[in-house]
């Protein structure tokens, strides 16, 4: 290796993409090491606590995309406390010192301050693209300084945050020489928008292709948005309210006339089925549509809409699409790859929404499907056998039946062999989670067949410490395991526990395990932080005082080369 | 899991390669002195008769009686002799349950009672049974912890499901999407928001900012101090009168006026309204919800004067709800 030049690893290295590829040479010796630290100009950090941002700019000077994932999956759904961490102050403050040719930051989970954006947006001056997914802590005074400081700024892409509203001119903030945004995106907000500022925006950014518009925008206003944006390929639709009779509605025709670039649809919010015969001009090529906003648009007018699109590739809608609904998919999408279906009443004695005969259907129209996401209410053995034989391409199946624990409803049996077969089947599944009556069994199946599978999400099911354990035995590709209520202890807690350090995570919220497991885990590895998290008014007495036989509510488990961490709240013990 | 560990005994390194082939698979559970709980088509006898103390390391006594408060929802009147009419995590307790009443565990039929999560429960099963949507033979178990393996009513139609803290797994954005303006859905969203602020609020308080129209600093007020909205009232009271006074630099008999302005804040009739932000960024009036769900949906506080409420967004508010209706 002495005389093997560099410049030759280095132009060989300047090809690999891949976090995992560069991961695996930069392990070849240290010359390699070097090479590829110098060279990688995309960086991935799974979760924030897993290193000191410092190292990360230490070691990757020359790094133009950043991405951090911060607080763990199960916080989308309430589980993870408020204030529990997933901090991106010391990111940004690190990459300000150490990075300052930072082009793109994406930012997941994380608690973002409105002081971090203005750090942000004063502290890289090529700075292009930010993307904020499920994050909180700021307003919409912290984009006015996004705004006002990111000279050339591309992309401002907001997803499903909670935003703060400190009031409408933040989108006034960007200069009239901005005029280089190719995509924004501020649906997740909840105020108003200075709708000139927008239109003047939109009509100065000759390459702007994205554009999310936000709930309190009118259809007046979209219409004349959309007549300054002809090209826009991806749009989020503000409110859709609007009365057939009026002039908007035939004007927000032609606007959608006008658009022959459009790819993707979403937004929808208050819509109801008179605005959809605008979009017709448009189904024909879309290949994305997010219709899961729109509780109205169901039944036959919906269906309408479906069977124009034939080309799409990706559907999300609500279960009041229904059997039939989804039966149009199946015979209109033939190139459909992902299909979410979300609940649309989930505290009615249920509607019909979707049951297993929507998702048959489905899998038998759509052959190319490999990313799901189903909420229903039953689910039986034989549809999913009949899936698992239809669609072996899943990558992603995530099925939530909304009774925990609900047996397959014609054979009373739990629903081992339906997801057995799924995981037979579909050889390269990544990601499953999973729901209805399972026993140990199916994670016997998991163990067994998924060999590729990263990400795993159970729920209520399985019957003891075992089906924890085949899990962890079998699943060699394991990286994120998380289970809540679930009969699983310390005896599969701390059956193998090197494993964990194979793992980005581990999340076990009421389940069996005990404070003396996870003490003992944590004894026994150091490489990982064990986090108990106790929200119970007992909990700020003295962890001492608890017995190591006291339940632990939530467990976080992961791998780190930083140990502890600095900025965890009271309630968050670190053994 | 005892009995398995002494059966293994140093057969560890076993365990970290446990899927040589399925006949292994098949024959390891067996060979384990009657493995508890694994695939339960064929050992639902066995696990009929296995005894089982309740969780590890906790009591059996409390257990159990808590055990009985434990519902599963069935989708038809199961006779099935197989045990794996409940969930995994359920069972293990219901074994606890027939080791005092045999049988009576396939009849558990009733609005599906899904108790907050297991560990958290702990002493407080009792007060989680509240969260059964109102099914009155629930609370009637619940009232009787002592009763043996809960009601038997069947139910063939399936009932709302009881909230449960992060169930269904969606966001809370998506929540609020019901297709009917039901307002019994409305309150149990609430009440699936209070659940989540039960454990995002800090047991330390409850501290929101208040501000005031025509008063440029604004204060906090700790909402866990109070009960009730009267108590709040004269709080806001306390904390504006002497800025409002002194703002409107008025000579003594004067404060008789500034007081005067925090008369009729919750009803709509005085100077000024109290109105909030709530956890999904709308503005409402304080008042028209039960105390304790404001208390776990409230996110600001502002005082305003009355006349300005027209020109604000809480009729994009009354909008919003009426769109979905249409």
Redesign the interface.
């Known amino acids: 290796m002495t005389y093997f030049p560099e410049e030759v690893v280095e132009h060989i290295v300047d090809f690999l993409g891949s976090h995992r590829d560069r991961n695996a040479v930069s392990t070849v010796c240290k010359a390699w090491y070097q090479v590829e630290r110098l060279s990688r100009r995309n960086v991935f950090v799974g979760n924030c606590y897993a290193i000191r941002p410092e190292r990360v700019m230490a070691r990757f000077p020359w790094m133009k995309s950043l991405g951090v994932k911060g607080k763990p999956h199960f916080a989308d759904f309430n589980l993870v406390p408020y204030d529990w961490g997933g901090f991106a102050q010391p990111w940004i403050e690190a990459a300000a010192r150490g990075c300052p040719g930072l082009e793109e930051l994406r930012l997941k989970r994380m608690v973002v301050t409105d002081d971090d954006l203005e750090l942000l947006a004063r502290s890289f001056p090529s700075f292009k693209s930010l993307v904020l997914v499920s994050c909180e802590g700021f307003s919409t005074d912290g984009l006015a300084a996004i705004a006002t400081y990111c000279r050339g700024l591309r992309e401002l892409d907001l997803q499903e945050n909670e935003v703060e509203d400190h009031g409408r001119q933040w989108l006034s903030c960007f200069p009239d020489s901005c005029t280089s945004l190719v995509s924004l995106n501020f649906a997740c907000l909840k105020g108003e928008i200075n709708t000139n500022a927008l239109e003047r925006l939109v009509a100065r950014c000759p390459d702007l292709r994205s554009l999310k518009l936000n709930r309190a925008i009118s259809v007046e206003s979209l219409n004349r948005i959309l007549a300054r944006a002809p090209h826009l390929v991806d749009l989020g639709t503000g409110s859709m309210m609007v009365n057939h009779h009026t002039e908007a509605y035939h004007r927000l025709i032609n606007a959608f006339l006008g658009c022959k670039s459009l790819r993707s649809l979403s937004g929808f919010w208050d819509a109801s089925s008179c605005c959809l015969q605008a979009v017709y001009p448009v189904c024909v090529n879309l290949t994305a549509l997010n219709l899961s906003y729109a509780p109205a648009i169901q039944g036959d007018d919906l269906i309408k809409l479906i069977c124009l699109c034939f080309k799409l590739q990706k559907l999300w809608v609500l279960d009041c699409i229904g059997d039939k609904g989804l039966a149009a998919v199946a015979s209109t999408c033939k190139d459909l790859q992902e299909l979410r279906v979300f609940p649309s009443d989930i505290y009615g004695a249920g509607t019909t929404a979707v049951t297993e005969e929507g998702l048959v259907a489905i899998s038998s129209g759509c052959s190319k499907l490999n990313s799901l996401l189903y909420f229903c209410y039953q689910m039986t053995n034989t549809a999913l056998v009949t899936v698992a034989k239809n669609c072996p391409h899943f990558t992603r199946f995530r099925l939530c039946i909304l009774d925990p624990g609900k047996p397959d409803p014609v054979t009373d049996q739990p629903l081992d062999e339906g997801f057995g077969a799924i995981v037979r089947s579909c050889k390269n599944l990544r990601r499953l989670s999973l729901s209805g009556l399972l026993t140990d069994k199916v994670f016997l199946y998991i163990g067994m067949h998924a060999e590729h599978l990263e990400m795993l999400s159970i729920a209520f099911a399985g019957d003891s410490d075992k089906g924890m354990v085949y899990v962890l035995n079998g699943c060699k590709n394991l990286r994120k395991l998380e289970i809540r209520d679930c009969p699983f202890g310390d005896d599969a807690l701390l059956k193998d526990v090197t494993k964990y350090e194979t793992m980005r995570s581990l999340w076990m919220s009421s389940c069996d395990v005990t404070l003396g497991g996870c003490r003992a885990l944590a004894a026994k590895m150091p490489s990982l932080n064990v986090e108990i998290i106790n929200e119970s008014d007992e909990a700020d007495e003295f962890q001492e005082n608890l017995s190591d036989l006291h339940k632990v509510e939530k467990l976080y488990v992961y791998r780190t080369v930083a140990r502890g961490r600095t900025d965890a709240p009271d309630f968050v013990w670190i053994l | ?1 005892e009995e398995d ?1 002494e059966n293994r005994g140093g057969a560890c390194p076993q ?5 040589p082939n ?1 006949s292994d ?1 098949m024959m390891a ?1 067996e060979a384990s002195g009657g ?7 064929d050992d639902s006898e066995d696990k009929k008769l296995e005894l089982k103390l309740g ?4 009591g059996g006594g409390e257990e159990e009686a808590a055990a009985v408060l434990c519902l ?5 009147a ?1 006779k ?1 002799t ?1 045990t ?9 307790l219901f074994e606890s349950a027939e080791s005092k009443s045999e049988g009576p565990q396939q009849e558990q039929q009733a609005g ?1 009672l ?1 108790l907050q ?4 429960s ?1 002493n407080e099963w009792p007060h989680k049974a509240v969260w059964a949507g109102g099914k009155a033979d629930l609370q009637q178990s619940h009232a009787a912890p002592g009763g043996a393996a809960g009601p038997n009513t069947s139910s063939q ?5 009881a ?13 609020n ?4 303006s ?1 307002k ?2 409305v309150g ?2 609430n009440d699936n928001a209070e ?2 602020q039960k ?5 330390k308080g409850l501290l929101v900012k208040i501000n005031m129209d025509g008063i440029p600093i604004g204060r906090k007020v700790d909402l866990k101090a109070y009960d009730n909205y009267e108590k709040l009232s004269l709080a806001v009271k306390e904390l504006f009168l002497g800025l409002l006074a002194a703002q409107r630099d008025t000579p003594e008999n004067e404060n008789e006026a500034a007081k005067q302005a925090f008369v009729g804040l919750l009803d709509g009739s005085g100077e000024y309204t109290l109105v909030y932000e709530d956890n ?3 503005k409402m009036f304080v008042g028209d919800v039960p105390w304790d769900m404001f208390v776990s949906t409230v996110k600001r506080l502002r005082v305003l004067k009355s006349s300005d409420l027209a020109a604000l ?1 809480l009729g ?1 508010v009354s909008r ?1 709800r009426t ?2 209706e ?1």
């Open positions: 899991m560990l365990l970290l390669d446990l899927i399925e698979w559970p493995g508890r709980g694994v695939g339960g088509l969780l590890p390391g906790v599963d929802f069935f989708s038809k199961s099935t197989t794996t009419t409940c969930t995994g995590a359920r069972r293990r599906f899904q999560s297991r560990a958290e702990g139609t399936r009932a709302a499901p909230p449960v803290v992060g169930w269904p797994p969606i966001r809370s954005f998506r929540k999407l019901s297709s009917s039901v019994p859905s149990l969203e659940m989540k454990f995002d609020n800090n047991k999904e960024g709308d967004r994009a919003k769109a979905t249409s």
